[in-house]
């Protein structure tokens, strides 16, 4: 089975420039999540999706970030304009409907720098 | 709001060895989930344990084995028989029974040293 899928790997912009992730989760997984982790810290939740719906967003800055799933699948998340507080790691993550609550199965991760 | 706290930065263990990871939380909920999750360097973190609150009886996953206490707030892990594979992050992890989201700790830096 195909892990979770994120590009690019890693990431160097100016502040104030704009910045795409894109997230392939695993095939079937109805929810996907995107998660913050600044260096030093635990992962904090922007979002997550149901299927193409949006369940909680309730951390996601909303005046530079944006995030869509696209027909249920794949998603992308964007930062426009970047600060330079928004240097972390994005993690995407998904979970099946037929697994223990809690279980998320993450990508890689998208390192992004901002200078 | 819940809130996660793992007190040690960084730990290290011989190979071989057992060592404990500690965590507390904050909730006022009764039911809830408690997690363990693994990061190693430059790879997927995956879960390690699980924890239901409901559940008296302590969670093992082979090598691995948490310490919950309900009324104290406190969920360890512990690992036996540490393996130079177990360096790792490791995080605690929170989830409200009919939650959605997963509240991480800190981190905990764990190194197995031959």
């Known amino acids: 089975e195909a892990g979770v899928a994120q590009s690019p790997r890693y990431k160097i912009i100016e502040k104030r420039q704009s910045v795409a992730f894109w997230c392939n989760p695993i095939?079937?997984?109805?929810?996907l999540y995107w998660y913050q982790q600044i260096l030093g810290q635990g992962p904090k939740l922007l979002i997550q999706f149901q299927n193409n719906g949006v369940v909680d967003d309730s951390q996601l800055p909303k005046d530079r970030f944006s995030a869509e799933r696209l027909k249920g699948v794949d998603s992308t998340l964007k930062i426009q304009p970047a600060k330079l507080e928004d240097s972390a790691v994005y993690l995407c993550a998904s979970s099946p409907r037929d697994r223990g609550p809690g279980e998320l199965f993450f990508g890689e991760g998208s390192r992004l720098t901002v200078l | 709001a819940q809130t996660v706290t793992q007190s040690q930065p960084e730990m290290s263990v011989q190979e071989a060895e057992t060592v404990t990871l500690s965590c507390t939380y904050d909730t006022s909920e009764n039911n809830y989930y408690l997690f363990w999750y693994k990061q190693p360097p430059s790879r997927q973190m995956i879960l390690v344990i699980r924890q239901e609150a409901y559940k008296q009886q302590n969670a093992t996953e082979n090598r691995f084995s948490v310490n919950f206490q309900k009324a104290a707030k406190s969920f360890s892990l512990k690992i036996s028989d540490s393996q130079l594979g177990d360096t790792a992050m490791y995080f605690c992890a929170f989830m409200k029974e009919y939650g959605n989201k997963l509240v991480f700790g800190a981190g905990t830096i764990l190194r197995v040293k031959s």
């Open positions: 095939s079937g997984h109805a929810t």
